[in-house]
């Protein structure tokens, strides 16, 4: 069956860095643009960053531009989410979202890892 099993979140101060993990499984990664989403307490779930298939273009919200990257290994079946310079504010559960558009649009969510950042 299909998952993305996200790992590496957790607890870390203000100015520290992360790397998430998103291994995915049960279809054909390469051909699927990948995605981290965001969503703190009482907030709409925000995209973070984008990915497309082959790696060859990504997106960042704003909010996240210069300090997180995002980057894939086909060859591994795995999404990363390099977070440098953390803040509080990123404080939230961090999800990996797979999504292709052809030949018929299809798309997978992952259960979620927890980022605290808090001194």
């Known amino acids: 069956q299909v998952q993305l099993v996200e790992s590496g979140g957790g607890l870390v101060q203000p100015g520290g860095s992360l790397r998430l993990s998103c291994a995915a499984s049960?279809?054909?990664?390469?051909?699927?643009?990948m995605n981290w989403y965001r969503q703190a307490p009482g907030q709409e779930r925000e995209l973070v960053a984008f990915i497309t298939g082959a790696g060859k273009i990504t997106n960042y919200a704003d909010s996240v531009k210069g300090r997180f990257i995002i980057s894939r290994d086909n060859a591994k079946n795995t999404v990363y989410l390099q977070m440098n310079s953390l803040k509080p504010e990123d404080t939230a559960v961090y999800y990996c979202?797979?999504?292709?558009?052809?030949?018929?649009?299809?798309?997978?969510w992952g259960q979620g890892t927890q980022v605290t950042v808090s001194s």
């Open positions: 049960g279809f054909t990664f390469s051909n699927y643009a």
């Open positions: 979202y797979a999504r292709r558009g052809r030949p018929v649009p299809s798309d997978y």
